[in-house]
């Protein structure tokens, strides 16, 4: 028996080794600075700005300043009314201290009295209380559970797939749609000259009244009068049958509403939801939120089969998050018809073209409804890059699909001299003439971004274009409800009530108490490592779980103490007693553990977000108990009662039984 001891021993040790390792993590290779080593920050003497809206401005102020010189900066931002931090794009030693030296040296020629300052490291990295090189440090103790939304703040976004069909009428220039908003032409003066009787407003009422009579709601069209022979709808047809049925109304009512006039119906755009469409589409946001290195551990879950529920704990930017959700990411490669023109080449405004066979100005949408789309982001492949420009800006570098390089080779070539208009999300990003054909399927989308937006444009390149558009109908910027104080406080005070239940445990039920104490600290402390390893986020709903679970874990002790007791009061020896007793315990235990599990697993699977933290947490936490409770406990009350110093029935808190007279 004595070996049998010692295995129990060592067991029990190693349990709660290996589950404090998980749980707190001490022992880890050293942390690599979060700070980029590219990252700069200087002090001033005076206050750069007088008010807390000027702080952009002269932040941009600065950036040119430093462009001027030469520097490639990632951003440049106010920390304070006299701090101000600058990153550049290097990321090697020697590149970074020539950086730095090159920046200190353009900020001093324009501000006096300018310091260089320490970056004070992030609350988020642990210091090492020991490190042995670059391989092993040990670090204070920090459980190492995810936080939820309701800890330490974030965003709570509910996304919902639509579908959308586009319907395109056109008809010739010489017979428009609709009256021209400018002077009446002299031809009006003519009897016979074509004039149409619709304006702008009128037409497109008509259009949404005969849809909405054919049964689609009125706040899921949308009609526009693109050009005045151009017309362009967009309804959320849920099938083929409906938008093709919906095209044929719009078709009979155009060729009725203008006689003699020949109608061209364009090809439909159609995309639908169907019953994998929000997999596909919880897939993408996935691989969007993951290229985000400010992410810290998304929850993305799909709801029903059009809502994606994504929650982001911690996110600092909302806004900017969100821009990337619900960005379709379609990104076309337009070729431009030869009439039209760029009236600014070189700068980033494409909402204006000249049309050069008309001479008049028209509108960005007239351009691409007109062209001819002949590439997509579909053809691209996943290795977009971000790399400086010549000129000082940002570039987004791509490369098409083996198959379609030949084609696009082919494509450029006999289109020299053309424009070819790259298009994301309908909206011109840049219109490149075609100079030469290009060979390799590799080009450059440039237009004056800001790192952070070359970056954003890059991660919805590689992360793929959305099957369907998405509407956020549910955006809540979630403050943590607790804190970091309070956290610690609570932390505190469930320490001190842990060991008011240890205390009650000892004195009540004497050494089975004492042992119960040191199983329920071993429960604890692997409850936290199984959540570790699950990967479970912890929430207020959560700790209620965390909570419980302790209950039901003191509970089983308790159940199995007083059947102890029943069994040393039966005069049993104390090795029988505490099989029997034990024996005696497990049914009642099972029984109520096992109703606890099922009513988890229910919760779990009908609950919403907040419920199922409840129910993961409680779940796995009797669990743990049941394992503690029956096995550890048991382990060590009978290794102890074994001792001869512990026959002492008192230490158990049953009375010695008088002798019976003969």
Request: aromatic share 8%; net charge negative; glycine share 6%.
């Amino acid at each position: 028996m004595r070996g049998s001891y010692k295995l129990w021993i060592i067991g029990i040790i190693a349990l709660f080794i290996i589950g404090f390792l998980i749980a707190f993590a001490p022992v880890q290779r050293p942390s690599k600075a979060s700070v980029p080593e590219s990252t700069f920050r200087y002090t001033f003497a005076e206050p750069l700005v007088t008010e807390i809206d000027q702080g952009e401005e002269k932040a941009e102020e600065i950036a040119e300043l430093l462009k001027q010189a030469g520097v490639a900066t990632m951003y440049v931002k106010l920390i304070n009314d006299r701090v101000l931090e600058v990153q550049t794009s290097a990321y090697t030693d020697e590149l970074e201290q020539q950086h730095k030296q090159l920046v200190t040296q353009t900020l001093k020629q324009r501000f006096k009295d300018i310091s260089s300052a320490e970056i004070p490291r992030r609350q988020t990295q642990r210091q090492a209380i020991w490190q042995l090189g670059n391989f092993l440090a040990i670090y204070r103790p920090v459980p190492q559970i995810k936080l939820g939304l309701d800890l330490q703040g974030g965003a709570h976004v509910v996304l919902q797939c639509f579908p959308q069909t586009t319907m395109t009428f056109a008809s010739a220039e010489e017979e428009p749609l609709v009256k021209s908003a400018g002077p009446e032409p002299e031809e009006a003066e003519k009897p016979d000259a074509y004039q149409p009787s619709e304006t702008e407003e009128s037409l497109v009422e008509k259009v949404r009244a005969i849809l909405v009579r054919s049964g689609m709601p009125a706040e899921k069209i949308e009609v526009a009068v693109v050009a005045p022979n151009l017309l362009t709808v967009k309804s959320q047809a849920n099938d083929e049958d409906t938008a093709n049925k919906q095209q044929e109304i719009v078709r009979q009512f155009l060729e009725g509403n203008y006689p003699g006039v020949q109608i061209e119906a364009r090809p439909m755009q159609m995309v639908f939801v169907g019953a994998d469409t929000a997999d596909k589409v919880k897939n993408i946001v996935d691989r969007r939120l993951y290229g985000m290195s400010e992410i810290r551990e998304p929850i993305i879950q799909k709801q029903g089969d059009d809502q994606i529920i994504v929650e982001l704990p911690g996110v600092k930017d909302p806004e900017r998050v969100l821009d990337i959700l619900k960005s379709t990411a379609l990104l076309e490669f337009v070729l431009i018809p030869t009439r039209y023109t760029d009236l600014t080449p070189g700068d980033d405004d494409y909402s204006e073209w000249k049309d050069e066979t008309t001479g008049e100005m028209v509108d960005w949408e007239v351009v691409y409804y007109a062209g001819e789309q002949t590439f997509s982001g579909a053809d691209l492949r996943s290795n977009a890059t971000v790399t400086p420009g010549q000129a000082g800006d940002w570039v987004v570098n791509f490369e098409m699909r083996d198959p379609r390089k030949t084609a696009f080779a082919e494509f450029t070539r006999h289109n020299v001299g053309r424009i070819m208009a790259i298009v994301l999300d309908r909206q011109c990003q840049m219109a490149p003439v075609i100079r030469t054909e290009i060979s390799g399927g590799r080009g450059q989308i440039e237009g004056n971004m800001t790192p952070e937006e070359a970056r954003d444009l890059k991660l919805l390149l590689n992360a793929g274009a959305l099957p369907v558009p998405l509407k956020i109908i549910e955006n809540r910027t979630v403050s943590a409800t607790l804190g970091q104080d309070t956290i610690m406080r609570s932390l505190r005070a469930a320490l001190l009530a842990f060991a008011g239940v240890l205390v009650f445990m000892a004195l009540y039920y004497r050494l089975p108490g004492l042992l119960a104490g040191i199983a329920l600290v071993l429960y604890i402390t692997l409850l936290l490592a199984v959540l570790v390893v699950v990967g479970a986020t912890m929430t207020l709903p959560g700790i209620a779980g965390l909570i419980l679970s302790i209950g039901l874990a003191v509970d089983a002790n308790i159940i199995i103490f007083e059947r102890l007791k029943e069994e040393l009061r039966a005069n049993k020896t104390m090795r029988s007693a505490v099989e029997a007793g034990f024996d005696r315990a497990w049914t009642a235990i099972l029984d109520g553990n096992v109703t606890t599990l099922i009513v988890a697993a229910v919760l779990y699977f009908l609950g919403t977000s907040l419920i199922k933290g409840f129910a993961v947490v409680l779940f796995l936490g009797v669990c743990t108990s049941l394992f503690t409770a029956v096995t550890v406990t048991r382990w060590l009350v009978t290794m102890v009662g074994q001792s001869r110093w512990a026959q002492n029935r008192a230490l158990y808190g049953v009375r010695a039984q008088p002798q019976s007279e003969t």
